[in-house]
């Protein structure tokens, strides 16, 4: 069982960095870590009170930035210029700086906490859905036993 949390837990951390829907549990315990995510009130704030939650996305966003940095294979080496950040990103001192090893990270820890605080209001948005399709339903229902 813990393997597979552990599992989850990377694959939700991972959805959340790509801006991806979140995934469905392993079969194995889909029916206890549905019923967990649901009281939790989904699974970014699942993931999110898991003990190992800090160093999982640490360690994801570790290497998204290397993956970000590495060249593409099979493909030329083409030398890009570095470019000056025009958007400061909020929490850092400096309005723009140098494209370096450092801000590539504060970019992606960045991304991270956007895509994070996105699949969190992408759950929200989804519960407000279902509670305005019953209550749509709750009122079809008491308007046709008026009838």
């Known amino acids: 069982m813990n393997l597979l949390r552990l599992t989850y837990l990377e694959a939700i951390i991972d959805a959340a960095l790509r801006a ?3 995934p ?27 003990p190992e939650y800090s160093v999982t996305l640490e360690r994801r966003q570790r290497k998204l930035a ?3 940095q590495a060249p593409v294979e099979g493909s030329r080496k083409v030398s890009v210029p570095e470019r000056r950040i025009l958007m ?10 140098q494209i370096s090893r450092g801000s590539i990270e ?17 759950a929200d948005v989804r519960r407000h859905k279902e509670a305005i399709a019953e ?13």
């Not at 079969?27 to 870590?33: A, G, I």
């Not at 400061?88 to 700086?97: A, D, I, R």
């Not at 960045?110 to 209001?121: I, M, Q, V």
């Open 106 to 122: 504060t970019l992606c820890r960045e991304r991270a906490r956007l895509s994070t605080g996105l699949a969190a209001a992408e």
């Open 135 to 147: 209550i749509d339903r709750r009122l079809a229902v008491a308007k046709s036993n008026r009838r």
């Open 66 to 68: 290397k993956k970000a």
């Open 88 to 97: 400061p990103v909020p929490g850092t001192q400096q309005p723009s700086s």
């Open 20 to 22: 991806q829907p979140a």
């Open 24 to 50: 469905v549990p392993p079969k194995r315990v889909r029916e206890q870590l549905t019923a967990e995510t649901r009281l939790a009130g989904g699974p970014v704030e699942w993931a999110k009170v898991q």
